[in-house]
Nanobody
Framework: QVQLVESGGGLVQAGGSLRLSCVAS????????VGWFRQAPGKEREFVAA????????PYATSVKGRFTISRDNAKNTVYLQMNSLKPEDTGIYYC???????????????WGQGTQVTVSS
């Protein structure tokens, strides 16, 4: 069982930055790949980025490539999402999720956090 808690969301102007954190409970966090997803009002949940157990594989959605960076610190049971050059279309609730393998779809992620709101004003 893994419990995930996201933090770091907030209100930021376009062009600004935020760093999201996903802290996991449990001693086996390093056994899981972690993904970040987001959901805007009235839209489906979409993939943002993911990171493998070792950190060696980090796929990104095309819309965030070059602006967002995912990383992890297994000693701290934490995965980060550094978001730079934010745009209004990045607005949404951001969720982290854990799976046994790196996936770019929400199907297959077993554990989910409660989400953190990111709002980017124009």
């Amino acid at each position: 069982q893994v419990q995930l808690v996201e933090s770091g969301g907030g209100l930021v102007q376009a062009g600004g930055s935020l760093r999201l954190s996903c802290v996991a409970s449990g001693r086996t966090f390093s056994s899981y790949a972690v993904g970040w997803f987001r959901q805007a009002p009235g839209k489906e949940r979409e993939f943002v980025a993911a990171i493998s157990r070792s950190g060696g594989s980090t796929p990104y959605a095309t819309s965030v490539k070059g602006r967002f960076t995912i990383s992890r610190d297994n000693a701290k049971n934490t995965v980060y999402l550094q978001m730079n050059s934010l745009k209004p279309e990045d607005t949404g609730i951001y969720y982290c999720a854990a799976s046994t393998v790196v996936l770019t779809t929400h199907v297959g992620y077993y554990y989910w956090g409660q989400g953190t709101q990111v709002t980017v004003s124009s």
